[in-house]
């Protein structure tokens, strides 16, 4: 059964925090990517990588950064957290061709306070 | 830019009843279309994708759907709603050639029984 997990359900950090979320796959997908959901906007692509150590910005990649040391995990990175990232983040994973279903995680619920 | 527009934010049907939810997108080729759904506090499943070929295709949990190139939309139905069918809904295309998506805001459906 193929699998994306996240590192946590639930988080809660300060304004200003580094905050890290993990994200890693088991189907030696070569892509990934990082959304965020909200209200009424649907899904937003932050950043996909489509390969180890590269990575694409997607359309709202402002106040985020990634990581890619391994294929099977892809990390963002919020440099100083805002109350305005406050949201829920998905993952997902999918094989490089343009036709392939991409596979999603069950989600960060993200609170910055 | 292309785009992706379900313009029911909520929609709400007894339990039974025949369902269609719409979907409408802006590209400018070919496109590579998807519906999934998300459950309360799930990420996203894929119900079923549009590549090429037959205009109608079938999906999992008995739900298909009909791509019209003429009018530009990709709508799913289902002839008989279960209440487990009560989630969001989404419709994508697919963009570039890194298996990129675009989101639509999403449908909310609610099943009255």
Sequence with gaps: DVKVTQSSRYLVKRTGEKVFLECVQDMDHENMFWYRQDPGLGLRLIYFSYDVKMKEKGDIPEGYSVSREKKE????????????????????????????EQYFGPGTRLTVT | AQSVTQPDIHITVS????????????????????????????GLQLLLKYFSGDTLVQGIKGFEAEFKRSQSSFNLRKPSVHWSDAAEYFCAVGEGGYNK??????TRLAVHP
């Design chain 1, 73 to 100: 995990r892809f990390s963002l990175i919020l440099e100083s957290a805002s109350t305005n990232q406050t949201s829920m983040y998905l993952c997902a994973s999918s094989l490089l061709l343009r036709e392939s």
């Design chain 2, 101 to 106: 998506l675009i989101f639509g805001a999403g």
């Design chain 2, 15 to 42: 339990e039974g009843a025949s369902l269609e939810l719409r979907c409408n997108y802006s590209y400018g080729a070919t496109p590579y279309l998807f519906w999934y759904v998300q459950s309360p506090g799930q």
